[in-house]
Structures are given as structure tokens and as C-alpha cells.
């Protein structure tokens, strides 16, 4: 018996999701990306995955190796409100590039809005609490039902994701980063390789692009998401952090 066998063997299941992530990547944490979103579409959570994309200045790898595996597989837009147009036009465009044929945009609850950010300046007070009501619970209601999601995360996105694994316990769901292991060398080789449209603002300056307000052109040197929330200590939107500890799953 191996080591990872041992491993696998020595999770109790009864543990949930943090014992379920110990042994998938146990047993398939080596996988290219490519053949990991195979796995789990196909094998490990069939009709029971979507894949969660913003349609950013990465997106396009993502989305093209899930429309290699199977274009039918949910993916989750989450449209705040506050995106750049840009944005919103690059994802008509890619949809039709790749014939990804159930994308469903996820936008916050009006009620919620009309009490907490009436006057569409909550950004600046609270950023956290923007995000929340404009992405983390939007993304919570979308998310029931299914059992695992993949992200687009990347171990070289920052020090808060550099210990990235290949699956992970999120709540009772399980999340999937195929690309955690992939450099921006590699995400522009594919995109070249495979002749992917780029979003309009990357070639402008902005290599990690969020919401309209809190994202600004990264300078040359600068680390890749320095332009998302500058001059605040803000470093996520709280997708991947925020919502966990309420049990939510997100």
C-alpha cells in the first residue's frame, strides 16, 4: 500500500467534507487540469458541479477546459451591479466563442440593495459588507443544490493562496481549483495556443479586474491584484473566506 493510499484509508468519511477533500487529493491531487475537471464532472459529481467564473482577465482557460470536458456544465456569473461594461460584454463574447450553453448570471437581491447600499456608495464605507450582499450571498443561493464547484484561483495570486490544494472542504461542498498550480506564463501560453479572446482591459492595465470602484490599473512591478480594493487592507471579496464560518458553504 502507498502512502497516499494510506492516507486515504485513514480519513473516517463520516468527517464530511474536510475527511472528503483529505482523500481527493490523497487519490487525485496530481492531476492536470484538464483531466481533474473531467473527474469531477463526469465521475465524481455528475449534474452536481458548476463552475464559478467572474469572466475576468483569466477566465478564458478555465471556462475553454470546461467546454473541452462539457459545455453543459453550470457556470455561475455573478453580475453586482457594479462590474465594468467591459466585463459584461467580454462574457457575451466568450459564451459564444466556447458554445457554453448554461451560463446563469447571479445578480444581489434588490430588497437587500434598496436597505443597505441605497445610494450605491456602500463601496466606500464598507467594502466587506458590499461585497457580501453583492456577491457572497448572491453566490450562496446559486450554489444550492450542487455538491462542488470549481474556481479559477491560483497559488500565485498572493500569499493568501499560495497554499492552495486541488480540492477543498468549502462548508458541505467541496471546491476544486484546477489551475491552482498554473503561473501567468502558462495561462498566457494557453490563451495564445488557443486562440482565446483576451478581456479588453487586461491590455489596458489591468490584470485582475473586479467591480468597477474598487479596481484600478496596476502599474509595471506591481504585484498582480495590487489594483483591486487599493489603499484598504482588503484583499478578497469574501467568496472564499467569507461565509464559510456561518456554515453557508461559501
Known amino acids: 500500500m502507498g502512502l497516499l493510499d494510506a492516507v486515504a484509508l485513514a480519513v473516517d468519511p463520516d468527517d464530511g467534507a474536510e475527511a472528503e477533500a483529505i482523500v481527493l487529493n490523497a487519490r487525485h491531487g496530481a492531476l492536470d487540469a484538464r483531466d481533474v475537471i473531467a473527474l469531477a464532472a463526469n465521475e465524481l459529481y455528475p449534474g452536481r458541479i458548476a463552475l464559478v467564473s467572474s469572466f475576468g482577465a483569466e477566465s478564458a482557460v478555465l471556462l475553454h477546459l470546461l467546454s473541452e470536458v462539457d459545455r453543459g456544465v453550470p457556470v455561475i456569473f455573478l453580475d453586482t451591479g457594479r462590474l465594468f461594461a467591459e466585463t459584461l460584454e467580454y462574457r457575451t463574447r466568450l459564451v459564444a466563442?466556447?458554445?457554453?450553453?448554461?451560463?446563469?448570471?447571479?445578480?444581489?437581491?434588490?430588497?437587500?440593495?434598496?436597505?443597505?447600499?441605497?445610494?450605491?456608495?456602500?463601496?466606500?464605507?464598507?467594502?466587506?459588507?458590499?461585497?457580501?450582499?453583492?456577491?457572497t450571498e448572491p453566490l450562496a443561493r446559486a450554489l444550492r443544490g450542487f455538491?462542488?464547484?470549481?474556481?479559477?484561483?491560483?497559488?500565485?495570486?498572493?500569499?493568501?493562496?499560495?497554499?492552495?490544494?486541488?480540492?477543498?472542504?468549502?462548508?458541505?461542498?467541496?471546491?476544486?481549483?484546477?489551475?491552482?498550480?498554473?503561473?501567468?506564463?502558462?495561462?498566457?501560453?494557453?490563451?495564445?495556443?488557443?486562440?482565446?479572446?483576451?478581456?479588453?482591459?487586461?491590455?489596458?492595465?489591468?490584470?485582475?479586474?473586479?467591480?468597477?470602484?474598487?479596481?484600478?490599473?496596476?502599474?509595471p512591478g506591481e504585484d498582480g491584484r495590487a489594483g483591486r480594493w487599493r489603499g484598504t487592507d482588503k484583499i478578497e471579496c469574501g467568496i472564499h473566506t467569507g461565509l464559510e464560518a456561518d456554515g453557508s458553504g461559501i
Request: proline share 7%; glycine share 8%.
Open 97 to 135: 466563442h466556447l458554445g457554453l450553453t448554461d451560463v446563469r448570471s447571479v445578480t444581489p437581491d434588490a430588497e437587500r440593495l434598496h436597505e443597505t447600499d441605497p445610494h450605491r456608495a456602500l463601496w466606500m464605507t464598507d467594502p466587506d459588507l458590499c461585497c457580501r450582499i453583492r456577491k
Open 147 to 219: 455538491d462542488a464547484w470549481f474556481t479559477g484561483r491560483k497559488r500565485f495570486q498572493g500569499a493568501t493562496r499560495a497554499g492552495l490544494h486541488l480540492f477543498e472542504a468549502d462548508g458541505e461542498r467541496i471546491k476544486i481549483n484546477p489551475l491552482a498550480n498554473w503561473g501567468a506564463d502558462e495561462l498566457k501560453a494557453y490563451m495564445q495556443r488557443h486562440d482565446l479572446p483576451a478581456h479588453p482591459l487586461v491590455k489596458r492595465g489591468y490584470p485582475s479586474i473586479g467591480c468597477e470602484p474598487c479596481t484600478s490599473r496596476v502599474a
